[in-house]
């Protein structure tokens, strides 16, 4: 019998809710999608809201009007400098990075403020802040449009960003829809990442949580690594930049243990090239040579090992031309996660989110999903937003979207560096 990606997952993980379109709204003529190659200011143009320096580092934090949406409002964080490309938090200084969880740490204020969620109707409303890394540059990839590190920073509301009724994994017939709602390496990442942790030291203010689809799916948490942090306010301690640093440390370093176990490092390397596999038993015997590595894990990446092949050149030229089947049929190049802030409770006037009990840091791996987040919505485990079907909006809903912005970025101290036409 051939196997698959699918044989993967947990058989609980078959049974998580999914959502398979969160129905966001869109502009009415939004820009053409294209990659980011040059300077930030000339990409994003009028979609760049504002900017905020970071001391004396050449650094600058800017403020973007997202053309593609995931919600009536949000916005993005992104670090702007040209001649250094910034792509993850273990690149970035530590006053950088504070000023980056700063502007976060704004966002939530603002959503925590009554007069804001009464103005812009957020009351029951989620809020969600995340961030992808992903060196993938011939399949899509959660990062696609820009490699510098950004952040997404979401207010979510049934009234203006829609969900379907919540399915089975299982049910999803789409099998590029299914493994990029829930990649299916994610409980085998989940795994190999306690197994690298538990050498490093996490703050003894935050917890681990194990693997477990059946609480996954039973508690509506997102799936991924789960790290119970002690609130919002954590966020401006240097302990908790000291964890995401660990995190993207410890992930790096366990991707390239693990690829050179898995896969010939004399192979050529760069777009639409991947690594020949090594023989079965040759990655067993790697594995074996990595003592921090659990049974279980080591069990769960020679599964891994079974159900990929490698591909022919003949099929990989054909992959250029069908982006369709390099979705699905392609790894990710490289170390791939989205890291995303995440709370079940509902913003609100009488409590500010804020001042949640619950606040979870979710690291999702990604092997082959093109999603970069996939956020716990809607009664789901796991949404794929759609982000270009959904109603065009109005001139009512721009005006309060810049209306949203225009304030975060006022109570957040940037500097207006351009405005869209009306």
Same mark, same amino acid.
């Given at each position: 019998?051939?196997?698959?990606?699918?044989?993967?997952?947990?058989?609980?993980?078959?049974?998580?809710?999914?959502?398979?379109?969160?129905?966001?709204?869109?502009?009415?003529?939004?820009?053409?999608?294209?990659?980011?190659?040059?300077?930030?200011?000339?990409?994003?143009?009028?979609?760049?809201?504002?900017?905020?320096?970071?001391?004396?580092?050449?650094?600058?934090?800017?403020?973007?009007?997202?053309?593609?949406?995931?919600?009536?409002?949000?916005?993005?964080?992104?670090?702007?400098?040209?001649?250094?490309?910034?792509?993850?938090?273990?690149?970035?200084?530590?006053?950088?990075?504070?000023?980056?969880?700063?502007?976060?740490?704004?966002?939530?204020?603002?959503?925590?403020?009554?007069?804001?969620?009464?103005?812009?109707?957020?009351?029951?409303?989620?809020?969600?802040?995340?961030?992808?890394?992903?060196?993938?540059?011939?399949?899509?990839?959660?990062?696609?449009?820009?490699?510098?590190?950004?952040?997404?920073?979401?207010? #979510? !509301?049934?009234?203006?960003? *829609?969900? &379907?009724?919540?399915?089975?994994? %299982?049910?999803? $017939?789409? +099998?590029? @829809?299914?493994?990029?709602?829930?990649?299916?390496?994610?409980?085998?990442?989940?795994?190999?990442?306690?197994?690298?942790?538990?050498?490093?030291?996490?703050?003894?203010?935050?917890?681990?949580?194990?693997?477990?689809?059946?609480?996954?799916?039973?508690?509506?948490?997102?799936?991924?690594?789960?790290?119970?942090?002690?609130?919002?306010?954590?966020?401006?301690?240097?302990?908790?930049?000291?964890?995401?640093?660990?995190?993207?440390?410890?992930?790096?370093?366990?991707?390239?243990?693990?690829?050179?176990?898995?896969?010939?490092?004399?192979?050529?390397?760069?777009? #639409? !090239?991947?690594?020949?596999? *090594?023989? &079965?038993?040759?990655?067993?015997? %790697?594995?074996? $040579?990595? +003592?921090? @590595?659990?049974?279980?894990?080591?069990?769960?990446?020679?599964?891994?090992?079974?159900?990929?092949?490698?591909?022919?050149?003949?099929?990989?030229?054909?992959?250029?031309?069908?982006?369709?089947?390099?979705?699905?049929?392609?790894?990710?190049?490289?170390?791939?996660?989205?890291?995303?802030?995440?709370?079940?409770?509902?913003?609100?006037?009488?409590?500010?989110?804020?001042?949640?009990?619950?606040?979870?840091?979710?690291?999702?791996?990604?092997?082959?999903?093109?999603?970069?987040?996939?956020?716990?919505?809607?009664?789901?485990?796991?949404?794929?937003?759609?982000?270009? !079907?959904?109603?065009?909006?109005?001139?009512?809903?721009?005006?309060?979207?810049?209306?949203?912005?225009?304030?975060?970025?006022?109570?957040?101290?940037?500097?207006?560096?351009?405005?869209?036409?009306?």
């Amino acid at each position: 019998m051939t196997r698959t990606l699918d044989d993967l997952y947990p058989n609980a993980a078959l049974a998580l809710p999914v959502n398979t379109a969160l129905i966001a709204p869109r502009l009415p003529t939004p820009p053409a999608e294209r990659e980011n190659q040059g300077a930030y200011r000339d990409h994003y143009g009028p979609f760049l809201l504002g900017e905020k320096p970071v001391g004396t580092e050449p650094e600058r934090i800017a403020l973007i009007d997202k053309a593609f949406p995931h919600t009536l409002y949000d916005l993005m964080l992104l670090i702007g400098r040209d001649d250094i490309l910034r792509t993850s938090v273990g690149e970035l200084p530590d006053t950088v990075l504070t000023a980056l969880l700063d502007a976060v740490t704004d966002f939530v204020d603002y959503l925590s403020d009554p007069d804001t969620v009464r103005t812009f109707g957020l009351q029951r409303g989620r809020i969600g802040i995340g961030w992808n890394h992903d060196p993938t540059r011939d399949r899509d990839n959660g990062q696609w449009w820009d490699k510098r590190m950004h952040i997404h920073c979401n207010a #979510w !509301h049934p009234r203006n960003c *829609r969900t &379907i009724r919540p399915i089975p994994l %299982a049910a999803v $017939a789409d +099998p590029t @829809l299914r493994r990029s709602l829930v990649d299916p390496t994610a409980y085998l990442a989940h795994h190999v990442l306690l197994d690298a942790i538990r050498t490093d030291r996490v703050p003894a203010a935050c917890r681990l949580l194990d693997p477990d689809a059946a609480r996954d799916a039973d508690q509506h948490l997102p799936v991924g690594l789960k790290v119970r942090l002690p609130g919002f306010a954590y966020l401006t301690t240097p302990q908790f930049r000291d964890l995401l640093r660990m995190l993207h440390g410890t992930a790096a370093a366990a991707y390239r243990l693990l690829r050179a176990a898995l896969t010939d490092d004399q192979s050529p390397t760069g777009p #639409w !090239h991947r690594p020949a596999l *090594r023989p &079965i038993a040759d990655v067993e015997a %790697a594995l074996a $040579a990595l +003592p921090w @590595l659990t049974a279980e894990s080591r069990t769960l990446l020679l599964r891994l090992r079974t159900v990929l092949r490698d591909l022919p050149e003949r099929q990989m030229r054909l992959l250029r031309h069908r982006s369709d089947l390099a979705n699905r049929c392609l790894t990710l190049d490289g170390l791939s996660y989205n890291l995303s802030l995440c709370t079940p409770d509902q913003i609100s006037t009488h409590r500010p989110i804020s001042d949640t009990g619950e606040l979870y840091l979710v690291m999702q791996v990604k092997t082959v999903s093109s999603i970069g987040s996939s956020p716990a919505l809607g009664g789901a485990v796991a949404s794929a937003a759609d982000r270009t !079907h959904g109603p065009a909006m109005t001139s009512g809903d721009a005006s309060m979207r810049h209306a949203f912005q225009t304030a975060y970025a006022t109570t957040a101290g940037f500097t207006a560096t351009s405005r869209r036409p009306a």
